[in-house]
């Protein structure tokens, strides 16, 4: 069975740090990944997706996410985060033969401090 | 451009009453929708998806009924609430059956007295 596991429910950095938000999955098959982050009482919003090729990815506000195919794993990345960065990250996984479903991790909560 | 509205942006409702909730898309034809819900503080679950018009497949079962009754329209509903219910819900489109990109509403926050 399809599954996304996001270990940290919650990260705290301070404003200027590096930040890496884990995701590792569960798949058969091919999966198409993604981020997404969500504001406060707001709906998802698409940081960035992989489906095949390079397997470093870049998505908006300097985010970017790497595929290990080895590791099963897709960390998000960013190298400076500011405060604004604050907000829940949720990673996803789809399959590429096309289910109609896709498969939420847990989500991270991500703290900036000024 | 694309918008998706979702309505009522909150519901405060008592245990045992009815539910109704909507989202429109405009700006697109012959999407595929989806109804997902989520828990405070918790994961997305996706609940229901439609590829067409009058049909629904539930993906999970938690006493709601989904319908398609227009090519822009998803509506999700039960006719009695329970607590469980409590969360925010949230309506989504998207153009392929690999969900290659999904676009969400702003949601629904539901309370459940």
């Known amino acids: 069975a399809q599954s996304v596991t996001q270990p940290d429910a919650r990260v705290t950095v301070s404003e200027g740090a590096s930040l890496q938000l884990r995701c590792k999955y569960s798949y058969s098959g091919t999966p198409y990944l993604f981020w997404y982050v969500q504001y406060p009482r707001q709906g998802l919003q698409l940081l960035l997706k992989?489906?095949?090729?390079?397997?470093v990815v870049q998505g908006v506000n300097g985010f970017e996410a790497e595929f290990i195919k080895s590791n099963s794993s897709f960390h998000l990345r960013k190298a400076s985060v500011h405060w604004s960065d604050s907000a829940v990250y949720f990673c996803?996984?789809?399959?590429?033969?096309?289910?109609?479903?896709?498969?939420f991790g847990s989500g991270t909560q991500l703290t900036v401090m000024p | 451009a694309q918008t998706i509205h979702q309505w009522p942006v909150a519901e405060i409702k008592a245990v045992g009453s009815p539910l109704s909730l909507g989202c429109t898309i405009k700006?697109?034809?012959?999407?595929?929708l989806y109804w997902y819900w989520q828990a405070t503080g918790g994961t997305l679950q996706q609940l229901f998806y439609?590829?067409?018009?009058?049909?629904v497949e539930s993906v999970v079962q938690l006493n709601l009924s989904a319908s398609r009754p227009k090519d822009d329209q998803f509506i999700l509903s039960t006719e009695k609430l329970l607590l469980s219910h409590s969360g925010f819900y949230l309506c989504a489109w998207s153009l392929d059956r690999a969900n290659t990109e999904v676009f969400f509403g702003k949601g629904t926050r539901l309370t459940v007295v």
């Open positions: 700006g697109k034809s012959s999407p595929n």
């Open positions: 996803a996984v789809s399959s590429s033969s096309g289910s109609w479903q896709l498969i």
């Open positions: 992989y489906y095949s090729g390079d397997p």
């Open positions: 439609s590829i067409t018009v009058g049909q």
